[in-house]
């Protein structure tokens, strides 16, 4: 989508995570990467096909490989229960429609709701003419809460189609809205530079 569901609103306030080193491991699937902003959090995503786990710098070599572990477990057993979930369209639907209830008084219906493998850039579009949704199959096995964020925000734009303060009024009835953007701005910084220029998108689309 452009402006993307991961572009900062007005005030927002989650930092991004800063480029640093990569540290080697056995496991070449595996890339960790340290930080000197972190202190305690430690967060785990796939990123080109392998896993990228985020780590505090202060943190041994002991510490390291327990929270790796611990952090690739987690994200399969996330993966796992997220593809039993919402493994089709039709339970993007139902999902999509719980959000609109919940955080949205039920008045975004979007027509129709699908995962897309072309969107490299973009984590979900809508085109309110057709009231149609689309979400990058990127967001498969990210935190639950990160792709119904994700949901709100094109659910929102069935509401206004612009990225305007009442837009970001609607997307912030999403309590943890900001929470969702600092996950989505890190692993974006993560893979700066290794995305390609476009998306195939269709015409009246926004993001």
């Known amino acids: 989508m452009q402006p993307r569901p991961d572009r900062r609103p007005p005030a927002a306030s989650t930092a991004a ?9 056995l496991d070449s699937e595996v890339e960790v990467r340290r930080s000197a902003r972190r202190r305690r959090t430690v967060t785990a995503y796939r990123e080109n096909g392998r896993t ?6 202060a943190f041994s070599a002991a510490e390291e490989r327990r929270w790796v572990d611990q952090m690739v477990a987690k994200l399969q057993t996330r993966e796992d229960r997220r593809r039993r979930n919402l493994a089709s369209d039709e339970d ?9 209830d919940a955080h949205l008084r039920g008045r975004a219906v979007p027509a129709s709701i699908r995962w897309v493998d072309n969107q490299n ?8 003419a057709d009231r149609s ?23 929102a ?25 600092g996950f ?4 974006e910084h993560g893979s700066a530079g290794s995305r390609p220029e476009d998306d195939d998108l269709e015409p009246g689309t926004v993001a």
Do not use: K
Request: hydrophobic share 50%; aromatic share 8%.
């Open 17 to 25: 995570v800063p480029a640093v080193r990569t540290a080697p491991r």
């Open 52 to 57: 990228v786990v985020l780590i505090p710098a």
């Open 92 to 100: 993007l639907m139902v999902r999509a429609l719980e959000l609109s």
């Open 121 to 128: 850039r973009r984590w979900g579009s809508c085109t309110p």
């Open 133 to 155: 949704i689309r979400l990058s199959s990127r967001l498969r096995g990210m935190p639950e809460y990160v792709v119904d964020y994700v949901l709100v925000h094109e659910l």
């Open 157 to 181: 734009h069935l509401l206004e189609a612009s990225h305007d303060e009442h837009f970001w009024a609607l997307v912030r009835a999403y309590p943890q809205a900001d929470r969702a953007l």
């Open 184 to 187: 989505l701005e890190g692993v």
